[in-house]
């Protein structure tokens, strides 16, 4: 089991930038992949980024492909969410989440262990 607490939410104007971290615990952090998804009111978790083990592999939707990027340091066992060009659809909470294996993936099912959830809003 992995331990998930995430940190660096809050409040920016649309197209300001925030980062995201993660501090992990627990499975040997270079063991799996890693994920960030978000969840805005009324509205299914979605998928925002993902990480293979190594950091070799990175993938995201279309809706924030350019504008986030998603990092890891397993010498720190931190993975990071650098989003920028913010928007106002971005609103949501943002929770990281560790995934099953090492290779990675955009379904939530492969993730079963998850941090608590950190709030980011966006104003417009």
């Known amino acids: 089991q992995v331990q998930l607490v995430e940190s660096g939410g809050g409040l920016v104007q649309a197209g300001g930038s925030l980062r995201l971290s993660c501090a992990a615990s627990g499975r040997t952090f270079s063991s799996y992949s890693m994920g960030w998804f978000r969840q805005a009111p009324g509205k299914q978790r979605e998928f925002v980024a993902a990480?293979?083990?190594?950091?070799?592999?990175?993938y995201y939707p279309d809706s924030v492909k350019g504008r986030f990027t998603i990092s890891r340091d397993n010498a720190k066992n931190t993975v990071y969410l650098q989003m920028n060009s913010l928007k106002p659809e971005d609103t949501a909470v943002y929770y990281c989440?560790?995934?099953?294996?090492?290779?990675?993936?955009?379904?939530?099912?492969?993730?079963?262990?998850w941090g608590q959830g950190t709030q980011v809003t966006v104003s417009s």
């Open positions: 989440a560790a995934g099953r294996r090492s290779l990675i993936s955009y379904s939530l099912h492969e993730y079963p262990d």
């Open positions: 990480i293979s083990w190594n950091g070799g592999n990175t």
